[in-house]
């Protein structure tokens, strides 16, 4: 299953980053460009460095200078993450172009890229809670809930896996067809943001 593949390299994704845990440590992609999993594991340690970088920009003694800093890479990494999005479900068009979607076809409300980009997210909340639950000096009821709040993450994990699973099987025998939309964000475009086209003047 599709899902299980890519939670496992999500998995491994935040596993290397934690050995460091430093948001500025290089990155080195353990997979080949042709394979979908170097796209997986770059999808997730963007998401990885992005969750401290919203750790660190909440710091309230943080400085301002530094707190711009961030929102900067945080932006620039949003932008990055959608990127790659598009680039798995551009590999899920390619493996499914021969398909011919049956009349009665329908669509989904989202592509299967974006279906996995939740996992990703829902693996760094279930790597982040286990911490939670298990850590030194914080107290019982501080634990329990955690616990309780890691048992409701891992049901969703099962849930959107079999989702994510069931799309691709649809897409595959034609029930379901993909129908792509590149991500039109506009605070970065230097054309469509006010306060950018502004100042090129």
């Not at 970088?53 to 530094?66: F, G, K, L, M, S």
């Not at 620039?76 to 551009?90: C, G, K, P, Y």
Request: contains cysteine; negative net charge; charged residues 35%.
């Amino acid at each position: 299953m599709f899902s299980e593949l890519a939670y496992s390299v999500f998995e491994e994704s935040i596993a290397k980053y934690h050995e460091t845990d430093d948001v500025y440590q290089p990155f080195e992609n353990p997979y080949p460009k042709e394979k979908v999993e170097h796209l997986l594991y770059r999808k997730n340690w963007i998401d990885t460095v992005q969750w401290h970088y919203e750790d660190i920009i909440r710091d309230p003694d943080i400085d301002p200078a530094d707190a711009l800093d961030l929102k900067r890479k945080i932006d620039a990494s949003n932008q990055d993450r959608t990127d790659t999005v598009e680039f798995i479900d551009s590999y899920f068009l390619d493996k499914y172009k021969e398909v011919t979607p049956k009349p009665e076809a329908t669509i989904n409300s989202e592509s299967p890229a974006w279906a996995i980009d939740r996992l990703s997210i829902l693996a760094l909340k279930i790597y982040h809670m286990e911490e939670e639950a298990g850590r030194q000096g914080a107290t019982i009821e501080h634990q329990a809930k955690c616990k309780e709040k890691l048992g409701i993450l891992l049901e969703q994990k099962k849930d959107l896996s079999i989702a994510i699973d069931q799309l691709l099987e649809d897409i595959a025998a034609g029930d379901k067809y993909m129908k792509v939309y590149k991500q039109m964000k506009m605070y970065n475009d230097e054309d469509l943001n006010p306060v950018l086209y502004q100042n090129k003047k």
